[in-house]
């Protein structure tokens, strides 16, 4: 047995060194501090009502996040600016546009990314929530007092991976 220092991996991307006795099972352990070390799902699947189909990667192979969006009509790929990603006590949100005017509103669809913890798996279940929010603009109604946003709730099913 000998003493080394192991980097362990600690929720909030937080890093601290540890001291730790090792013994033959090093190389087992190595590995598993190897794979929490690399620590947060890269892959997330999700499936909701209606045929939606939901593929974000946090980080594409450039460095950049991507989302694809697939329902009943359309079939959307979001890539780098396109994908808003914005930090919350509830997790993080991503949002991309699904549609967007100059003279009628737009529409937006807003992921609520959990937090996940891999441990030492390659996947985890996981549900959380899509936002549908259809900002409302008219030149027409612009003095009309009313509400201008209207939210549609997705539940969402499927995996966090680290691939």
Do not use: C, W
Request: hydrophobic fraction near 40%; avoid cysteine.
């Amino acid at each position: 047995m000998f003493m080394v220092d192991l980097l362990v991996y600690v929720q909030y991307k937080e890093v601290r060194r540890v001291p730790e006795m090792m013994d033959g099972r090093a190389s087992k352990l190595e590995k598993e501090l190897s794979i929490m070390a690399q620590g947060e799902p890269n892959l997330y699947e999700l499936t909701g009502a209606g045929g939606i189909q939901i593929t974000y990667t946090p980080s594409d192979s450039n460095g950049k996040p991507d989302l694809v969006y697939v329902d009943a009509t359309r079939n959307l790929s979001f890539n780098g600016d396109q994908v808003a990603i914005q930090s919350s006590p509830l997790g993080s949100l991503v949002t991309v546009f699904l549609l967007r005017t100059v003279d009628s509103g737009s529409t937006t669809l807003t992921v609520l990314v959990p937090g996940v913890n891999l441990a030492t798996t390659a996947s985890q279940p996981i549900k959380t929530v899509g936002i549908v929010t259809e900002n409302l603009f008219s030149i027409l109604e612009l003095h009309t007092p009313r509400q201008t946003q209207v939210y549609s709730v997705i539940e969402l099913e499927g995996s966090a991976q680290l691939i």
